[in-house]
């Protein structure tokens, strides 16, 4: 797109006419969802499933590169940096079968995906977390942006127009520019284009009901620490951020989910939208909260097709487009593709929190403890779905700070509160098979998803665990930081693309 035609986006966007009209509409059509959901007119026969996975490009050196537009003819889709690309799958019902199918759309995907990036000269690699700058340096490649008639425009953005309006949106509000503040490394970036550092996965979850909607959403939010504490893989920012005195110190010192600390930092210095969610008594009470989030880019749907609004999406359109700067690290989304005999109207949890993991099997592994959890927990009527908000947010912060040491917080089958992690993971692995059981999946099946992301707990070693102990093990060598990091990704980048499980690893 040229560069006027971006300018005259953003300035319709951000103007204050267009913010008026866009908050007018999003109560509208809030109102309305509000009485959908109360009335049951989202409801299915069923569960589903759903996953998104985002990852990113290297060059042959295993130095972060661009992916080039014919990459994108695959079926994948751009994200926010040049370098990033997105999988997605359609929705399966939540089954043996299901399961199945998510597991090979996902590797289609990808198998796709690589085969159309490799003609290209470039290697996909699973990761959360780029350690590896890119030829030109980090600070180079996320500041490099020019301004045109007062719009800033990152140069490695993908150019999108929404992108290209939310950066602008957040800019004027911190005073032109980013921070990115991590352990041993302070810095700040013209763009939010240093959101591209992370990538993460995002299993989808439909439940068939709006009025148990709450008990599965607060489920969520008490599981969210526990499983992010077993699949924490971005401990280390790219290597020319850091400067240390001491490399070993910066090894103790670092956060096992920088991702998340990257993500909150770049958004929360114009509004505190990126955080932990709220429980909820009503499933009501997630439409609120959207609508009462501090609104981001908005756009009209006119601008983007002036057609009729007949289907559940266009008549919700604005609504939605919010929900697209809504972060939180688990959410509701009603709408989208139903799974069953529904027809146009779902009601699903979103759940955010985790790192890409670094293959296929990993990753749905992930999804299948999330939905299988979720669904145990609730079948059994655990008293799990009323650990109070600060336990669970705590929990999932400690997680991010300490991975498996992390102090968690839970509530027992018996109803007894506990910080217990032996406890903890005995549970949340037990009520992951059961909720896998109720769906009719086979225990071969089961076994094979759930006992991987089990055996990490039991092992002490988490993807982040394991990259930290390769840097020190470089450092013992005799090498400096950069040349440790520097092999320690090229053997992750070995393992990954050879498709190696991480429960092989070590």
């Known amino acids: 797109m040229a560069d006027s035609d971006l300018i005259e986006f953003v300035d319709r966007s951000l103007s204050e006419e267009t913010r008026a009209e866009f908050d007018r509409r999003v109560a509208e059509q809030a109102a309305e969802l509000a009485d959908a959901l109360e009335e049951g007119r989202l409801d299915n026969p069923g569960f589903g499933l759903g996953i998104e996975l ?287 005999r529904g027809d146009e109207r779902s009601l699903r949890i979103e759940f955010r929190p985790i790192p890409t993991q670094p293959t296929v099997a990993d990753n749905v592994g992930v999804l299948a403890l999330v939905a299988g959890a979720i669904r145990g927990l609730v079948a059994a009527d655990h008293p799990v779905d009323s650990l109070p908000q600060d336990a669970a947010e705590g929990s999932f912060y400690s997680a991010v700070a300490d991975g498996l040491d992390a102090e968690l917080a839970w509530i027992d089958a018996d109803g007894e509160p506990t910080t217990d992690s032996d406890v903890v993971y005995e549970e949340l692995f037990a009520f992951a098979r059961r909720g896998l059981r109720e769906q009719g999946v086979s225990e071969g099946v089961i076994e094979e998803y759930v006992a991987p992301l089990e055996s990490r707990w039991e092992s002490r070693t988490s993807p982040s665990r394991w990259k930290l102990e390769r840097v020190r093990e470089g450092l013992d060598d005799g090498e400096d930081l950069e040349t440790a990091v520097r092999g320690m990704a090229a053997e992750y980048v070995d393992r990954v693309t050879a498709e190696t499980p991480f429960a092989e690893w070590t």
């Open 54 to 340: 985002e990852l990113y490009a290297v060059d042959d050196g295993g130095e972060l590169a661009r992916l080039p537009r014919a990459v994108f003819e695959a079926p994948c889709n751009k994200e926010l940096g040049v370098h990033n690309a997105e999988l997605n799958t359609t929705p399966d019902p939540f089954d043996g079968d299901g399961l199945a199918s998510q597991a090979e759309k996902l590797r289609r995907n990808l198998r796709e995906t690589r085969r159309a990036a490799r003609r290209e000269g470039r290697e996909l690699v699973l990761d959360a977390m780029w350690s590896v700058p890119p030829a030109e340096g980090t600070r180079s490649y996320l500041g490099d942006v020019r301004e045109r008639d007062g719009v800033t425009i990152a140069e490695n953005m993908s150019p999108s127009p929404r992108y290209v309006a939310i950066d602008n949106d957040i800019l004027d509000r911190t005073g032109g520019s980013v921070p990115v503040s991590v352990p041993g490394a302070d810095h700040e970036f013209p763009s939010i284009l240093c959101e591209s550092l992370t990538s993460s996965i995002q299993p989808h979850l439909q439940v068939p009901d709006a009025a148990n909607f709450p008990q599965y959403y607060n489920v969520a939010l008490a599981i969210a620490g526990p499983v992010l504490a077993v699949t924490t893989n971005s401990p280390l920012a790219p290597v020319d951020l850091y400067d240390p005195a001491d490399p070993y110190a910066l090894l103790d010192d670092t956060a096992h989910e920088l991702r998340i600390l990257v993500f909150e930092g770049s958004i929360n210095d114009a509004w505190e939208k990126v955080r932990f969610p709220s429980r909820i008594e009503s499933t009501g009470e997630t439409v609120d909260a959207l609508v009462d989030d501090h609104t981001c880019a908005p756009v009209l749907r006119e601008w983007i097709d002036d057609g009729p609004r007949e289907t559940f999406d266009e008549r919700f359109w604005e609504l939605d487009h919010k929900r697209g700067t809504y972060w939180r690290w688990v959410r509701a989304v009603a709408g989208g593709q139903p799974v069953g």
